[in-house]
């Protein structure tokens, strides 16, 4: 059935609650768009549109040009040939008689069709759509039933649950009720306004008119509606005061979901409590209060927040107050833990971490902390950094001392930004300050890398030990499951090498993280390999992303090995001239090459330069003579662009070579001295990879 086959109309579903958690709204309101239209196509329900909206204390889903009738169901079914079903003279057998019978079609309804040359007969049974209204009862209870929250609850029915309880049912097509029962709660066309500046029952007349009903009891349905409303009220606030609020997206989601009605106001604290680092503040009135931290024109924090009321009172006052009173209790709680924890250095924390399990069978903190050292220092010999040498040690000591703090206790989110302020106050060297918080970076893959290399030596040591160890007591990432963030750790060791242009090898780092472990717990050969296979195949998805090919990506891997800095240069090398007439020429080459060496069998690499007659053959081993030291040191420093001119030298000479001469030569000696100038041409293309395994 198509729009024009039958009229069309809209259907409203509106669920009414207690106030549910703004946590679970947003990825909810996904999940019964989903559903709705997974359901309307299993049952062959037209419509136009879904739309799907929330707010505290309702959900709700409107369906556009939904048809009168389903769509008819048309079901071919395939019988047995024409010959089995149909005798000679075109009367039907047994067979063609059963097959119509069993499809519930007389004899004469029976079509033939042509399946690869072959000719059976069909049967087209028809099931008549029955009408939308008839079936929206039996699916309404379904699709409210089958919306499982993150944590749900019961009520008066103990075999109905949701997040909260359901106090009512709108459910319309056009202006009809939908009938049906949920729990104890009977649809109908009553719902409920803002529970304080709205009537308590709201009768829907219509679909049409459910929006601006809603509306005219002070609750704005459509989230970006609300959103916009929420925005043009700080945008306004910002003008009077002379300021700038932190629009934080998070929070801005969390308020949209926590108000029907949202009226920002602006509140203010203590300016004594500025002395206090800003980011606790800004955590505390965003964590507990879901406040908007308000900066002046220079960027500076000020003492004024900016909440969202779902009330617009006659007197705001009373409302701001009575923020700023809780707001303040919880800033008071925030000046006692600094106050506290500044009793205390972190040096004195580093030993209580002893008592911190960091996982049963990894240890405790204090054990991860002296491993992850090690591995630091490692990291800065290898990389020829001496002078970080103290710096990074130091660094790495105090990397978790915060974690026993009384601030990050009770605000977890503010680890390493809490160690670098107690590093500072406490005279610490600044780098060392700095790297105590760019050990975390980046907390994702679109966030600032460090700024330092003390904290980029620092994040990479602790990332590849938690990748090595995790892999010892057996937690690999398997499928969805990677309850430790091994992929984002392998993730964030690639960004800080290209970021920082760290050179380093991940695979002996890898293999020095292993060989430090627990005497009693070696990693054997098998495990490192998988340890190694993950880490590479993480470098290949990464490369990837950027947009660079996987057969190019995969050579370059082969080339470089591990070292994610000096992959990414080649694959850059490798991408500038991979359009270019003579790399193409080269790869195909290389393919030939290759598969003639593989039909040869055993085949020396020693060439006799008196048997190379013809010009082009002498070229040839005298320019991969004269390659093999040039692609030598090109690979030994590195030197990428280098190798690409080299290649580039080569690959004409090369193609010249097949042009005009006969590689399997009738002579014995002249052919084997050819296929020896291939093999030792074969063992530059490998040398840059194997370029014989390219697709272009």
Known sequence: MKPGDAKFGDILLEIGTEEIPSRFLSPMLETLKARAAEDFGRLRIPFREMLVYATPRRMALLAHGVAERQEDLVAVFRGPTWSVAFDALGNATRAGEGFARSRGVDVSDLKEIDVEGVRYVSAEVREEGRSV???????????????????????????VRFARPVRWIVALAGAEVIPFTWGDIRSGRVSSGHRFMGNREVEIPDVASYLSRLYDNSVILDQEKRKQ????????????????????????????????????????????????????????????????????????????????????????????????????????????????????????????????????KLGSVHDKVMQTRKLA?????????????????????????????????????????????????????????????????????????????????????????IIVSCHRVGFEPTGSQDPYGLRRAARCINEILWGRKLDVDVEAAVRHAALSGPADDPVDEALLGRILAFVEQRLLVQIREKGYEHELARLAISVCGRRPLQVLR?????????????????????????????????????????????????????????????????????????????????????????????????????????????KRCNGLFEEVGNLGTLKL
Not at 411 to 418: A, K, R
Not at 606 to 625: G, Q, R
């Open 133 to 159: 209204l008839s079936i929206l009862p039996e699916l309404m209870p379904s699709l409210i039933g089958g919306l499982v929250f993150p944590k749900n609850m019961y009520w008066s029915d103990s075999t």
């Open 570 to 678: 080649l694959m850059e090398a490798l991408s500038s001239v991979k359009d270019e007439s003579w790399f193409g020429s080269l790869v195909t080459a290389a393919v030939r090459v290759r598969n003639i060496l593989q039909k040869a069998g055993e085949v020396s690499d020693n060439v006799d330069s008196s048997l190379t007659a013809l010009a082009p053959e002498k070229a040839l081993f005298d320019e991969v003579v004269r390659m093999e030291p040039l692609v030598a040191s090109s690979l030994r420093k590195d030197d990428w662009k280098g190798l690409m001119a080299f290649l580039s030298e080569l690959s004409p000479v090369v193609t010249k070579f097949f042009d005009d001469v006969m590689v399997m030569d009738p002579d014995e000696k002249i052919r084997a001295n050819r296929l020896a100038i291939l």
């Open 229 to 360: 409303k929420l925005l043009a009220g700080v945008a306004a606030l910002e003008r009077e005061h002379n300021g700038v609020v932190e629009l934080d997206p998070e929070l801005i989601e969390e308020n949209l979901y926590l108000v029907e009605y949202p009226v920002p106001f602006v509140g203010s604290f203590d300016e004594r409590f500025l002395k206090i680092p800003e980011e606790v503040l800004v955590t505390s009135m965003k964590k507990n209060q879901k406040y908007f931290a308000v900066r002046n024109l220079e960027g500076r924090l000020t003492n004024f927040f900016v909440g969202v009321s779902n009330n617009s009172a006659v007197d705001m006052k009373v409302i701001r107050g009575g923020n700023e009173r809780v707001l303040r209790a919880r800033l008071e709680d925030a000046a006692f833990f600094w106050e506290e924890d500044l009793k205390t250095s972190l040096t004195s924390c580093v030993d209580r971490l002893k008592t911190v399990i960091y996982q049963e």
């Open 377 to 465: 220092m490692w990291l800065c010999e290898e990389l020829k950094l001496p002078e970080l040498t103290p710096l990074v040690d130091r660094a790495a000591f105090l990397a978790k001392a915060d974690l026993v703090t009384h601030m990050v206790y009770e605000f977890p989110e503010l680890q390493g930004v809490m160690g670098r302020e107690y590093a500072r106050v406490g005279g610490e060297d600044p780098r060392v300050a700095l790297a105590l918080y760019e050990q975390y970076l980046p907390k994702s893959s679109s966030e600032e890398i460090p700024t330092d290399d003390v904290g980029a030596i620092l994040g990479l040591a602790e990332r590849i030990h």
